[in-house]
């Protein structure tokens, strides 16, 4: 079982938005702004779309953006684009030992 | 070509060990902190181990504590990952993954701006 959790699947239309959640605890989401979000499609790396709750590395689309409220992330994809069907990844840093925990997943399907 | 490319995954029995090694390219690698990230087959991202830029500082997940050992070489921009008394459940693709240094704040930023392609590691009779 993932530290943080993320709703299994979700998906939309070419051009409509979506929005993904990661809900933590205080001990990460929550308690800091190191929330960021990967993109795997499927046999490839994860790729950084988002980093520190809501920003965006150079060469990401700003059709991706991110937020926080508490202990819950979010990551919004704006004008879906078939590209953008993958697995996405939330991940945060804890102040456990562990350093770093990932969400379980969420694969977005652009019907 | 800003890359990281692991290598040395392959089938091993449990108990056995294997020693993973990513290469670094394209980049200052002694600035950087690095980490293993590994996904099981169908799973999600599990975190690994880290270490700081300059080795003096390491972390591992509780799963591979007393197990595996992470290391870096900067003089080589290599990183690797010995991994012993593997069991089935160690079974996964292993990535090296890349952390930027925060240089105003000093130490870590807490993301990972560049991966690997991975390598699996299969632990099975």
């Known amino acids: 079982q993932s530290a943080l959790t993320q709703p299994a699947s979700v998906s939309g239309s070419p051009g409509q938005s979506i929005t993904i959640s990661c809900t933590g605890t205080s001990s990460d989401v929550g308690g800091y702004n190191y929330v960021s979000w990967y993109q795997q499609h499927p046999g490839k790396a994860p790729k950084l779309m988002i980093y520190?709750?809501?920003k965006r590395p150079s060469g990401v689309s700003n059709r991706f953006s991110g937020s926080k409220s508490g202990n819950t992330a979010s990551l919004t994809i704006s004008g879906l684009q078939a590209e953008d069907e993958a697995d996405y990844y939330c991940s945060s840093y804890t102040s456990s030992s562990t350093l770093w925990v990932f969400g379980g997943g969420t694969k977005l399907t652009v019907l | 070509q800003v890359q990281l490319v692991e290598s040395g995954g392959g089938l091993v029995k449990p108990g056995g060990s294997l020693r993973l090694s990513c290469a670094a390219s394209g980049f200052t690698f002694s600035d950087y902190y690095m980490s293993w990230i590994r996904q099981a087959p169908g799973k999600g991202l599990e975190w690994v181990s880290y270490i700081s830029s300059s080795g003096s500082t390491i972390y591992y997940a509780d799963s591979v504590k007393g197990r595996f050992t992470i290391s870096r070489d900067n003089a080589k921009n290599s990183l690797y990952l010995q991994m012993n008394s593997l069991r089935a459940e160690d079974t996964a693709v292993y990535y090296c993954a890349s952390t930027p240094r925060d240089i105003v704040v000093g130490g870590p930023f807490w993301y990972f701006d560049l991966w690997g392609r991975g390598t699996l590691v299969t632990v099975s009779s």
């Open positions: 520190d709750v809501s």
